[in-house]
């Protein structure tokens, strides 16, 4: 991990001191060119993280992370590789859901209202989706089967505008794993 922070040191923005989400990609396949790559990450976890096209961190617009937050991202996939290693795969993705949700979610208040959400659905490649604004009947339309089974969650009734509307992380971790993200 020192090894890391020192390349993340010479590869971060002077100014920020973070890494651009679009630059992910690279700084990592810069590492991996100079460096053996012995973080303990399940493949499919480091694709979700790094790769150019099904990467998850490069696809969150307008965000850089620090060295901590980069380590957090590990720390949690770590976790969620070793829960696929030993043939936990349902808790491993559960975990790597939790992983991206916890960066959408940085104050931790556990829900999301629409316009959060569209960032996370964002990062999950559903860009169709979220072209212009996050409503709730683009959200029914492409979640349809999975919101039939919630009744009451997505309900008008509750509140008085979309808005006002929460969707909890229960509702990201059935869409991952319905999705197979």
């Given at each position: ?172 971790r059935e869409m991952f794993l319905e999705r197979g993200l």
């Amino acid at each position: 991990m020192a090894r890391f922070e020192e390349f993340f040191d010479r590869y971060k923005d002077r100014k920020t001191h973070k890494i651009p989400a679009s630059k992910v990609t690279a700084f990592h396949g810069e590492y991996s060119k100079k460096y053996t790559f012995p973080i303990p990450l399940h493949p499919k976890n480091l694709a979700q993280m790094t790769h150019p096209w099904y990467g998850y961190l490069g696809a969150m617009e307008n965000r850089s992370f620090d060295f901590k937050e980069m380590q957090e991202i590990y720390l949690n996939q770590i976790a969620s590789g070793y829960e696929k290693t030993f043939g936990r795969v349902l808790l491993g993705e559960e975990l790597c859901c939790l992983s991206y949700w916890l960066l959408q979610d940085p104050s931790n208040k556990g829900y999301m209202t629409l316009s959060e959400f569209s960032g996370l659905l964002k990062t999950f490649k559903f860009t169709n989706l979220v072209e212009e604004e996050l409503t709730l009947q683009k959200l029914r339309s492409e979640f349809k089967t999975l919101i039939q089974s919630r009744v009451g969650e997505f309900s008008m009734k509750i509140v008085e505008n979309e808005e006002d509307l929460v969707i909890r992380f229960d509702f990201a971790r059935e869409m991952f794993l319905e999705r197979g993200l």
